[in-house]
């Protein structure tokens, strides 16, 4: 029985949240007819919200945390997989309800893998992760609706962290006028450099949104939720859609339905967790061809996995910009 290195975390009696860097083994994974061996995983806002305990993500324990993984097959019961196969999984609970990807050894079920395009190392991979199935769902969902460059700019809020780069980068590449909108100063020149044609920053998005505000924008990509949202979809042009998938600041969303009544906008959530996997082949297929690896590769810092629980801390604090890639396996 092999034994490997993984984080784990832990419910204390107080109910707080303990993570901890340990030496586990084959006994401690999970049921599931595929075992990999982890490659690289990613540190994504819902795995900071994990390690901290911040929102109640984890629903059983202990847990080890990872939404994303890059793996290679190791054993296998499902005549889909055989040994030696390079792997990406992404979402289906795993960090929630499934141990997850800070591991050096998962098992899972087949169900939920997509092979590795061959031209992705899995660095590469593990910097698409989540936030690029999540993108590529969200302009699949404009071009569906027919919103399109032509019709005008699109805005990208929460757009230093990882997600939001991940938009600004496909978006731009995809001839899209991005408005990148953050918080930090320091990182409009990053965002520039990814694409954006314009950095604002969040004064605009400030108090209560007003049923209707100035048009401004064709479409709009949130990771932020909350009266930033409200904001959004107040200043959409007449048939604009907002593409929702984050709540950095907070689940509410406080707003009328005039945007929606007298102007004809869509509000359009992606829940990149459960997307069907012949769609999730799709999606790593397209992300392999379009992708934009010297941006990728600018955007992206690679670490150990001893020090992922640290950057799951920073995440939720605001304090990582683009995406962080866990270095894990050989």
Known sequence: MMDFAAVRLEQSPEGKTEAHLKRLSDSDLMEGDVTLAVRAS???????????????????????????AAAVVTESRDARWNPGDEVILTGWGVGETHLGAWSERMRVSGDWLVRRPDTLSPFEAMSLGTAGVTVAEGIDRLERL?????????????????????????????????????????????????G???????????????????ERWA?????????????????????????ACGNAAGMDLPSSVAPFILRG????????????AARREAIWSHLAAV????????MTQVIPLAE???????????????????AIGG
Do not use: Y
Request: charged residues 20%; glycine residues 14%.
């Open 196 to 214: 954006a044609a314009e950095v604002i920053g969040r004064d605009l998005f400030a108090g209560p949104a007003r049923p209707l505000g100035r």
């Open 146 to 194: 027919g919103v399109t460059p032509a019709d005008g700019p699109i805005v990208v809020t929460g757009a230093a962290g990882g997600v939001g780069s991940m938009a600004v980068m496909l978006l731009a590449s995809q001839g899209w006028g991005v408005t990148a909108v953050t918080g930090r100063p320091e990182e409009a020149e990053r965002l520039r450099q990814l």
């Open 265 to 276: 906008v869509s509000l359009v959530g992606v829940d990149s967790v459960r997307v069907p």
């Open 308 to 326: 992922a629980i640290e950057a799951g801390r920073r995440i939720v604090e605001g304090r990582v910009a683009g995406r962080t890639v866990v």
């Open 219 to 243: 479409a709009a990509f949130d990771m932020v939720g909350s009266t930033v949202l409200a904001h959004l979809v107040s200043m959409l042009k007449p048939g604009g859609v907002a593409i």
């Open 42 to 68: 990613a540190v994504n806002f819902k795995d900071g919200l994990a390690v901290t305990g911040r929102l109640p993500v984890v629903r059983r324990w202990p847990m080890i945390p990872g939404v994303d």
């Open 291 to 298: 992708v934009d690896r010297d941006r990728l590769t600018a």
